[in-house]
């Protein structure tokens, strides 16, 4: 019961369609499992109303369109409501090759303005609510999910800058809020074998699910094999959790030694 008592937003906790659970689906279940009392906030709703079901202690669901800040401000408004307070915010949304991330020299005005305001943007006016709120309670934790793609080679533009651009947002928040007892770190996933990870790439490369996951499997040093959901999961439930309460401005690799092997 690392998170007895607490209560959490976690934005993106819906997932899209594949094979598996996402990162916000098994960040919310271990939440709740940990006794945190979960809003999850999804643009897809009937996926975060699952989420919900699936976690329990009396979570519940929220639309959210990341790319309206009105939104993200009602969902933040809303959990506090209920909740008559907010200890975490967990901003779990990203997109790359579905938002039609390409290489800096087929990228599009349209796909770079698309992802930017879904993977940065969002994250920025999502904390940007959340703020007040901690600071007038005296404390809080703001977390999100960067990626390795961030500091490793990454043939896709727009996703590597916005994730690259989560890193010093983290280290801005965590250092500017500090003295408001407001902790503020990001998670770098590896090659993580999730319903936006795969099955996105399994749509735009028209290969198998099985090929798809031997070439990532491959890539990875600790067993061969990429990591999950819950992995991940893991990571915030300890950087949310009073452990990691020393533990601020950090970016947390969970990749299975990826950096590493790079450098």
């Known amino acids: ?85 907010l200890d975490i915010l967990h901003y779990n949304v990203g997109v790359s090759l579905a938002g039609g991330d390409a290489s800096p020299t087929e990228i599009t005005e349209e796909a770079f303005d698309r992802i930017t305001a879904i993977n940065l943007r969002g994250f920025v006016m999502a904390v940007k609510h959340a703020l007040p709120i901690m600071r007038a309670q005296g404390g809080g934790v ?9 500091v490793e080679s990454y043939p896709y533009v727009a996703y590597k800058a916005t994730k690259a651009a989560m890193l010093a947002v983290t280290e801005q928040v965590a250092i500017q809020n500090a003295g408001h007892g407001i902790r503020c770190n ?54 949310a959790s009073d452990e990691a309460g020393f533990i601020t401005g950090v970016a947390l690799p969970v990749d299975g030694g990826r950096l590493v092997q790079i450098g």
């Open 142 to 150: 703001i977390l999100s999910i960067s990626s390795a793609a961030a």
């Open 186 to 239: 990001t998670i770098l996933p590896g090659l993580m074998d999730t319903p936006m990870a795969v099955d996105t790439r399994v749509r735009h490369s028209g290969r198998t699910r099985a090929e798809v996951a031997a070439e990532r499997d491959a890539k990875v040093p600790l067993r061969r094999r990429m990591g999950t959901a819950w992995d991940v999961a893991n990571a915030a439930l300890f950087l």
């Open 1 to 85: 019961m690392r998170l007895r008592d607490k209560t959490a937003i976690i934005i993106g906790a819906g997932q899209g369609p594949g094979e598996g659970t996402g990162n916000g689906r098994a960040t919310a279940i271990r939440f709740a499992q940990e006794g945190a009392r979960v809003a999850c906030a999804d643009r897809d709703l009937p996926s975060a109303e699952e989420t919900a079901r699936l976690a329990g202690n009396g979570a519940f669901a929220l639309a959210v369109e990341v790319t309206q800040e009105a939104t993200l401000a009602a969902a933040l408004g809303e959990a506090v409501r209920r909740f008559g307070r």
